[in-house]
């Protein structure tokens, strides 16, 4: 999903790249800085914040975290991406190992299936065979997944047990590539609780209730309908008018359909870009726009945004799968009708 640039825009984004902030990636660089600096100085000053406050900043600051690991697989600040990895493997969100999260996303980032149940691994559909064999417990959740309530108390728990699924079935596969990742992240994992339970006062299970799973259910709040179903793969991802603190907690995720058009654009530049082309955008997805994450708590608190079902499984044709593909943009294949198009890298 990649729109057309005139020779204006053209110019504009090959100047950003040449620029000193693009070429150094320093904004990127102090987030790195802050957000590690924050999380362990809130974590070591625990008896002087006081619990309470302690284990709600880091919360937020671990989904700060996880949407920086998001950054990182996308190829900043570097152009490595064992740099890159080895930057977001801190088990600071408790919950994903870094290589299976950015496995995942990147198969996520295959626009032609976007939304897909059975294909996209960021999906809340499920195919009609799934809901037709469901049970009635089983689809009152996931009718109460797409709440906005449902997302954040539920959306998590959605989440873990599809990963752990996810790794079960691939042992019982016989594929075993994900293993040293898992065991990496289980022992880093095992460390920092140890460390916060005996040196900051912080207990294994406030850890990852109080910390682990609120961080995932704010990260929730970014992907509640960040895609809908729609016939057309430009129309499927959401531009959020969201407010500054969403903005930077999302670092600027939330206009989504700009970052899956040009997922190698670096965070701080997707607002710029997308005010510059903001007519274009919402011309190509549909006028599929938000002003903001208190618009669908207002209006889908209790009350499903869309049915779990997916309306169009059979839209997907039989042969996309398998559709040629050619060039990376950070690291995301790009089909080969978009090969003639401006791609963006950091």
Same mark, same amino acid.
């Given at each position: 999903?990649?729109?057309? !640039?005139? /020779?204006? =825009?053209? +110019?504009?984004?090959? =100047? =950003?790249?040449?620029?000193?902030?693009?070429? *150094?990636?320093?904004? %990127?660089?102090? !987030?790195?800085? *802050?957000?590690? #600096?924050? $999380?362990?100085?809130?974590?070591?000053?625990?008896?002087?914040?006081?619990?309470?406050?302690?284990?709600?900043?880091?919360?937020?600051?671990?989904? $700060?975290?996880?949407?920086? =690991?998001?950054?990182?697989?996308?190829?900043? &600040? *570097?152009?490595?991406?064992f740099v890159n990895g080895l930057i977001g493997f801190a088990p600071l969100a408790v919950w994903f190992p870094y290589p299976v999260y950015r496995q995942l996303h990147l198969q996520h980032h295959d626009d032609w299936h976007l939304t897909h149940p059975e294909i996209d691994p960021e999906s809340y559909f499920v195919s009609a065979e799934a809901w037709r064999q469901a049970g009635p417990l089983t689809r009152a959740l996931l009718i109460a997944r797409n709440t906005f309530a449902g997302r954040l108390l539920l959306g &998590?728990?959605?989440?873990?047990?599809?990963?752990? %699924?996810?790794?079960?079935?691939?042992?019982?596969? #016989?594929?075993? +590539? /994900?293993?040293?990742?898992?065991?990496?992240?289980?022992?880093?994992?095992?460390?920092?609780?140890?460390?916060? /339970?005996? #040196?900051?006062g912080i207990a294994p299970w406030l850890f990852f209730a109080g910390v682990g799973y609120p961080a995932l259910a704010l990260s929730s709040v970014r992907s509640f309908h960040e895609h809908r179903a729609a016939a057309s793969h430009e129309q499927r991802s959401v531009i959020n008018e969201a407010g500054w603190f969403w903005r930077l907690l999302f670092l600027n995720n939330n206009y989504h359909a700009v970052h899956h058009d040009l997922p190698g654009v670096p965070w701080y530049a997707l607002r710029d870009v997308y005010r510059a082309r903001r007519g274009d955008y919402l011309a190509r997805n549909g006028g599929f726009i938000v002003r903001g994450y208190f618009e669908w708590l207002r209006q889908h608190a209790l009350r499903p945004i869309v049915h779990a079902m997916h309306p169009l499984a059979d839209s997907f044709g039989p042969g996309a799968r398998s559709m040629s593909k050619i060039g990376t943009v950070a690291g995301v294949e790009r089909p080969a009708r978009n090969a003639d198009r401006m791609r963006i890298t950091g």
């Amino acid at each position: 999903m990649a729109i057309y !640039l005139d /020779d204006a =825009q053209r +110019r504009a984004l090959s =100047q =950003q790249r040449a620029s000193f902030t693009w070429r *150094t990636e320093w904004p %990127t660089w102090l !987030l790195i800085v *802050t957000i590690y #600096g924050g $999380w362990f100085f809130v974590a070591s000053h625990v008896r002087a914040l006081g619990l309470s406050v302690a284990i709600a900043l880091l919360a937020v600051i671990s989904a $700060w975290y996880m949407s920086l =690991q998001h950054e990182l697989l996308h190829g900043h &600040p *570097t152009r490595s991406a064992f740099v890159n990895g080895l930057i977001g493997f801190a088990p600071l969100a408790v919950w994903f190992p870094y290589p299976v999260y950015r496995q995942l996303h990147l198969q996520h980032h295959d626009d032609w299936h976007l939304t897909h149940p059975e294909i996209d691994p960021e999906s809340y559909f499920v195919s009609a065979e799934a809901w037709r064999q469901a049970g009635p417990l089983t689809r009152a959740l996931l009718i109460a997944r797409n709440t906005f309530a449902g997302r954040l108390l539920l959306g &998590p728990a959605f989440s873990i047990a599809a990963t752990a %699924t996810g790794a079960a079935r691939k042992l019982l596969r #016989g594929d075993w +590539r /994900d293993v040293p990742a898992w065991l990496a992240h289980l022992a880093l994992l095992a460390v920092l609780v140890i460390w916060l /339970d005996r #040196g900051c006062g912080i207990a294994p299970w406030l850890f990852f209730a109080g910390v682990g799973y609120p961080a995932l259910a704010l990260s929730s709040v970014r992907s509640f309908h960040e895609h809908r179903a729609a016939a057309s793969h430009e129309q499927r991802s959401v531009i959020n008018e969201a407010g500054w603190f969403w903005r930077l907690l999302f670092l600027n995720n939330n206009y989504h359909a700009v970052h899956h058009d040009l997922p190698g654009v670096p965070w701080y530049a997707l607002r710029d870009v997308y005010r510059a082309r903001r007519g274009d955008y919402l011309a190509r997805n549909g006028g599929f726009i938000v002003r903001g994450y208190f618009e669908w708590l207002r209006q889908h608190a209790l009350r499903p945004i869309v049915h779990a079902m997916h309306p169009l499984a059979d839209s997907f044709g039989p042969g996309a799968r398998s559709m040629s593909k050619i060039g990376t943009v950070a690291g995301v294949e790009r089909p080969a009708r978009n090969a003639d198009r401006m791609r963006i890298t950091g």
